[in-house]
């Protein structure tokens, strides 16, 4: 199942597609023939999420007649990030790809290079996250850097606690599209990253978010970035130097990581930093973050 958030008569509301045609049915037009599944965001439908509420979608998806009328094309709606206001900052996964690492440490060694034995963690400010089709701020006079990363987001289900490494997909509730967009001269002048990733309209996610169960290997997904239809990012998941359950699994030792937890687990070469010479965004410039079986995000430098 694919969920999304989307704008509808001025209410932003919650859709399920069953299948990859371009549409999908108004979550609480659902309710009204089962009862239940009724929930005001997205927050809330994935803390109450379990199999009990996966069996029933799936059940009145198979009665698709009598559902006609909470269907919905996509591309008559506004499409929202899945999450529009996250109940944490996002976790991100630092230099996660090791020809990312490269082309990082050419840009600033001070910054970017360096042995890296462990993980490298930090979190982003989203107070609201970006759709699909909106605007990523320019922010000109302040950023003069303007980047993009493409990454694989990861949506936690339950709270994890002390997750060991082979159980730690059995706390995703989904993933989605990321892109982790970044101010370089923010990111390197404060000597972390925190300021330089987390300027409003800085976190674009979506078009949705796919259900676990409809990935068969989260570490074997086609990653790419385009700029204005020039492909600048193309990689795959299995690159990771981190894998998504051993993030799971290092981070909520010790740490509790709450249902709704959004992690962004790093970005593969080819962002703007890393070309010879550095190729920075500027507005009017659109970037097309895509994950196969996920989607695609599009948004425009304004």
Partial sequence: MKFYTAEINGIQEILVAFADDGAAYRLNMLQKLSGRLAYRDMNELICAWGKEEMAQLQLLGKNTDALQGALVALADVKLCAPIVHPRQDVICLGINYDAHAQEAGRFSDEAFGGERPYTIYFSKRVSMATGSGDFIPAYEG???SLDYEAELGVIL???????????????VF???VINDVSARNLQTRHKQWYRGKSL???TPMGPCIVTAD?????QDLDISCYVNGQLRQSSNTKYMMQTVAGAIAELSQGMTLQ????IATGTPAGVGMGMQPPTFLHSG?????EIEKIGRLENTVK
Avoid at 159 to 169: G, I, W
Avoid at 259 to 262: M, P, Q, S, V, Y
């Fill in 142 to 144: 302040l950023v003069d």
């Fill in 157 to 171: 289900g339950k709270d994890a606690k002390d997750v060991s490494k082979e159980q730690a997909e059995e706390y």
């Fill in 174 to 176: 989904g993933y989605t």
């Fill in 200 to 202: 409003d309209g800085f």
């Fill in 214 to 218: 409809e990935i068969e290997d989260v």
């Fill in 259 to 262: 249902a709704g937890t959004i």
């Fill in 285 to 289: 410039d659109t970037v097309v973050c």
